[in-house]
């Protein structure tokens, strides 16, 4: 089962083999976590983990920030980028427009080999959603979609779809993981979309790819806001007091519950 994630922009393969190598090590210590957003990526000790000079170290940065990745602070360094979920929002809206999109024109360029690579991705991915299985579920996941722009032949389209799952990596996975029934939600929307590729119908794997996209857009919101309380029951609810226990010095005065925020 692969585990690696295709998402390496086109200026991190043009790069020379040291600053490439640094680069997808990076970049594949970020999207699976071990580089959590905020984390700083000091150049000489990064430099010196991987056993490279430090010229590697500042291109490979480079290449990630313009992947969308890190950003670089002058006078304060490199840190791995943070999006706040006002802006996870506005990128799932563009995200999801670029999704229609490569729906549409796949409906037409998609070969047999192709599709048959996307159907052998389901396989894996439907087998690691049996077990909610995040760490091997989610690089399947990401290879899906990469796999989907990469087959439209389009590399200005690409290079910019990159940059946007790139910066909502962390959401994507935390959907998963937090989402309840996200792994079966998942799984049955790419059968979809397999089958209306595989079936020439391009209006309809555009939306249904669009929907994708802004579906996973909700099932984030509802994986972070916080559980429901559970309501008290009438045996659970505090009794009134009674005139007789506000005058008894002997009973401690009975805490009551804070006015619910309209």
Do not use: W
């Amino acid at each position: 089962m692969p585990t690696t994630m295709t998402v390496t922009s086109a200026k991190a393969e043009d790069a020379p083999p040291l600053a490439a190598r640094v680069h997808r090590t990076l970049e594949s210590e970020i999207l699976s976590g071990d580089l959590p957003p905020g984390a700083k990526l000091v150049e000489e000790d990064v430099a010196e983990r991987l056993r490279v000079s430090r010229g590697p170290v500042r291109e490979a940065f480079r290449a990630l920030e313009q992947a969308g990745l890190v950003r670089m602070e002058k006078n304060r360094g490199v840190f791995v980028r943070e999006v706040s979920l006002r802006e996870a929002d506005e990128i799932y809206e563009v995200r999801a427009g670029l999704d229609e999109l490569i729906g549409r024109l796949l409906a037409s360029r998609l070969n047999a080999g192709q599709l048959g690579q996307l159907r052998a991705l389901l396989s894996q991915m439907e087998t690691a959603a049996l077990t909610e299985d995040v760490d091997g579920y989610y690089p399947l996941n990401v290879e899906f979609h990469d796999l989907l722009a990469r087959c439209t032949g389009n590399a200005t389209l690409v290079a910019s779809y990159r940059v946007l799952v790139n910066q909502l990596h962390l959401y994507r996975r935390e959907t998963l993981a937090r989402g309840p029934g996200s792994f079966t939600i998942s799984t049955r929307e790419h059968q979809k979309i397999v089958d209306a590729l595989a079936a020439g119908d391009g209006i309809a794997a555009g939306q249904l790819l669009y929907e994708h996209a802004m579906e996973s857009r909700e099932r984030l919101h509802a994986a972070r806001e916080p559980a429901p309380a559970l309501a008290r029951s009438p045996a659970s609810a505090p009794r009134k007091r009674t005139p007789q226990a506000r005058r008894s010095p002997s009973r401690p005065a009975i805490a009551q519950p804070a006015e619910r925020r309209k």
